[in-house]
C-alpha cells in the first residue's frame, strides 16, 4: 500500500483575531478605515468583523477582526502524528491522481478548485468566484478533475484549465470516476429521496441507476460494480450492474472510500469505538480487516 493511500488528509482550521481602530469622520459620522472594511489590496484574505464598540471619546471605533485560515495534514501512519501536506496550504477536501503526480484541492474560505503537484509546485487555480465547490475527484488517468458545486451541479475541468464541462443539474453530488475514467456515479437528491446516476463520457447521456432509489454515497469497487450505502441503515451494498442485482458487503459503516488503484475498499465501522478497515476483494466480505 503506498503512503498516499495510508494517510487520510484533513482540514484544520484555524481563527486569528486582531484588533483595529477607525477614525470618526467629519460631522460626527462614522467611517471604518481601509483595514478595517477589508478592502485593503494588499490582504487577499479580506477580515469579516464582529463586536463593533465606539471609544468612550467618541473618536474611536474597535471592532474584532477575524481571518479564517485551514491547514491541511495528514496522518503519518509510522508517526502517529498529523503532520502538514501541500506546505500545509489553507485547504479541504484534497485528492490525488492514482500516480501519485497530482493533487486537487479545495481552497479555504474561497471554495475555488485548485490543483498542483503531489509536493505543492505548480499550483494553477482551476475555478473561480463566485463558484463555490466541494469533493473533487482526480480521473484515473490524471486528466480531468469531477467536482460538485453548492448550486447542486457537478462540473469536469482538464488539470491544465482548460475545457470546463457541466455533466448534471439540479442536486447532484459526490461524483466518483470509474476504473477506466469512462463513467461518473454521483448522488441526485429530490427533497429528501436519494438515487444513484451515471454520466456516460462515450454517449454523453446521464441516466438513473434502476433500484437505487434509496441509496447514496456510491463508490466504483470494480468495472461494473460500485457500493452504496441503504438510506437509514449504515449497511454497505454493492451493485452488480451486468445483473442489477444488490448484496450486502458490510453490516454497518460510516465512512467509505476505495483506494487510488481501486484494489481495496477502505470504511469506517460505528459505535463508541470505531475501527478502520480495509478489503483487497470487495466482493467478498471475508477479506475485510482492521486497519
Given at each position: 500500500?503506498?503512503?498516499?493511500e495510508?494517510?487520510?488528509?484533513?482540514?484544520g482550521?484555524?481563527?486569528?483575531?486582531?484588533?483595529?481602530?477607525?477614525?470618526?469622520?467629519?460631522?460626527?459620522?462614522?467611517?471604518?478605515?481601509?483595514?478595517?472594511?477589508?478592502?485593503?489590496?494588499?490582504?487577499?484574505?479580506?477580515?469579516?468583523?464582529?463586536?463593533?464598540?465606539s471609544?468612550?471619546?467618541?473618536?474611536?471605533?474597535?471592532?474584532?477582526?477575524?481571518?479564517?485560515?485551514?491547514?491541511?495534514?495528514?496522518?503519518?501512519?509510522?508517526?502517529?502524528q498529523?503532520?502538514?501536506?501541500?506546505?500545509?496550504?489553507?485547504?479541504?477536501?484534497?485528492?490525488?491522481?492514482?500516480?501519485?503526480?497530482?493533487?486537487a484541492?479545495?481552497?479555504?474560505?474561497e471554495?475555488?478548485?485548485w490543483?498542483?503537484r503531489?509536493?505543492?509546485?505548480?499550483?494553477?487555480?482551476?475555478?473561480?468566484?463566485?463558484?463555490?465547490?466541494?469533493?473533487p475527484?482526480?480521473?484515473?488517468?490524471?486528466?480531468?478533475?469531477?467536482?460538485?458545486?453548492?448550486?447542486?451541479?457537478?462540473?469536469?475541468?482538464?488539470?491544465?484549465?482548460?475545457?470546463?464541462?457541466?455533466?448534471?443539474?439540479?442536486?447532484?453530488?459526490?461524483?466518483?470516476?470509474?476504473?477506466?475514467?469512462?463513467?461518473?456515479?454521483?448522488?441526485?437528491?429530490?427533497?429528501?429521496?436519494?438515487?444513484?446516476q451515471?454520466?456516460?463520457?462515450?454517449?454523453?447521456?446521464?441516466?438513473?441507476?434502476?433500484?437505487?432509489?434509496?441509496?447514496?454515497?456510491?463508490?466504483?469497487?470494480?468495472?461494473?460494480?460500485?457500493?452504496?450505502?441503504?438510506?437509514?441503515?449504515?449497511?454497505?451494498?454493492?451493485?452488480?450492474?451486468?445483473?442489477?442485482?444488490?448484496?450486502?458487503?458490510?453490516?454497518?459503516?460510516?465512512?467509505?472510500?476505495?483506494s487510488?488503484d481501486?484494489?481495496?475498499?477502505?470504511?469506517?465501522?460505528?459505535?463508541?469505538?470505531?475501527?478502520?478497515?480495509?478489503?483487497?476483494?470487495?466482493?467478498?466480505?471475508?477479506?475485510?480487516?482492521?486497519?
Amino acid at each position: 500500500m503506498s503512503k498516499l493511500e495510508q494517510e487520510r488528509a484533513l482540514p484544520g482550521v484555524r481563527g486569528s483575531k486582531s484588533w483595529h481602530m477607525g477614525p470618526v469622520g467629519t460631522a460626527g459620522n462614522r467611517q471604518l478605515s481601509p483595514s478595517l472594511t477589508g478592502t485593503d489590496s494588499t490582504d487577499p484574505w479580506p477580515l469579516s468583523y464582529s463586536q463593533t464598540v465606539s471609544s468612550r471619546d467618541g473618536t474611536r471605533l474597535f471592532a474584532v477582526g477575524t481571518k479564517r485560515r485551514g491547514e491541511l495534514v495528514s496522518y503519518d501512519t509510522r508517526s502517529k502524528q498529523f503532520v502538514p501536506i501541500l506546505s500545509g496550504i489553507s485547504a479541504f477536501d484534497v485528492t490525488f491522481s492514482a500516480d501519485g503526480q497530482w493533487a486537487a484541492y479545495i481552497s479555504y474560505p474561497e471554495g475555488t478548485l485548485w490543483r498542483s503537484r503531489a509536493d505543492g509546485m505548480e499550483r494553477l487555480q482551476l475555478t473561480y468566484p463566485p463558484m463555490q465547490v466541494f469533493l473533487p475527484f482526480i480521473s484515473p488517468d490524471g486528466k480531468r478533475v469531477a467536482f460538485g458545486t453548492f448550486q447542486g451541479e457537478v462540473y469536469v475541468v482538464n488539470i491544465d484549465g482548460s475545457e470546463l464541462q457541466k455533466i448534471a443539474t439540479a442536486f447532484s453530488l459526490a461524483a466518483n470516476w470509474s476504473p477506466d475514467g469512462n463513467r461518473i456515479i454521483m448522488i441526485h437528491m429530490a427533497g429528501t429521496e436519494s438515487k444513484e446516476q451515471i454520466f456516460n463520457f462515450r454517449t454523453g447521456q446521464l441516466s438513473v441507476v434502476p433500484s437505487s432509489q434509496g441509496f447514496g454515497g456510491g463508490q466504483w469497487v470494480g468495472p461494473d460494480e460500485f457500493v452504496a450505502a441503504w438510506r437509514g441503515t449504515r449497511a454497505l451494498r454493492v451493485l452488480n450492474l451486468n445483473t442489477n442485482t444488490w448484496s450486502e458487503l458490510v453490516p454497518e459503516a460510516v465512512n467509505w472510500a476505495h483506494s487510488l488503484d481501486y484494489k481495496y475498499l477502505y470504511y469506517t465501522t460505528g459505535g463508541t469505538e470505531p475501527v478502520p478497515c480495509a478489503s483487497a476483494s470487495p466482493t467478498e466480505k471475508s477479506s475485510f480487516s482492521p486497519v
